[in-house]
C-alpha cells in the first residue's frame, strides 16, 4: 500500500514540475522499500542491498529528503521516517 503511494506521488510531483523533478527511480523506490523494513539501516547497508555506490545511496536520499518523502530522525544514531 505506501509503495503505491509512493509511485503515485512521484508521479504527480513529475506531471506538475515535468523535467525538473521527474518521477521517482526503482533505486529510489527500493531504497524506501528498505528504509520501511528496517528504519535503522546504513546508507552502506543500503548499498549493498540496491547494489549501487554509496555516494549514489547518498544522492538518492537527499532528492527523497527534498521531496519531503523521508526524514532522519535523530541523526547517526536515529532511524528513517517515511512520510505520506
Not at 46 to 65: A, F
Amino acid at each position: 500500500m505506501i509503495l503505491q503511494t509512493i509511485i503515485k506521488f512521484g508521479n504527480e510531483v513529475g506531471n506538475k514540475v515535468g523535467n525538473r523533478v521527474g518521477n521517482l527511480t526503482e533505486n529510489q523506490i527500493i531504497i524506501i522499500e528498505l528504509m520501511q523494513v528496517n528504519p535503522r539501516i546504513s546508507a552502506k547497508k543500503l548499498s549493498d542491498e540496491v547494489g549501487i555506490s554509496v555516494r549514489k545511496i547518498e544522492e538518492n536520499i537527499s532528492k527523497l529528503k527534498k521531496l519531503n518523502l523521508i526524514a532522519r530522525v535523530g541523526g547517526t544514531r536515529g532511524h528513517w521516517e517515511i512520510k505520506k
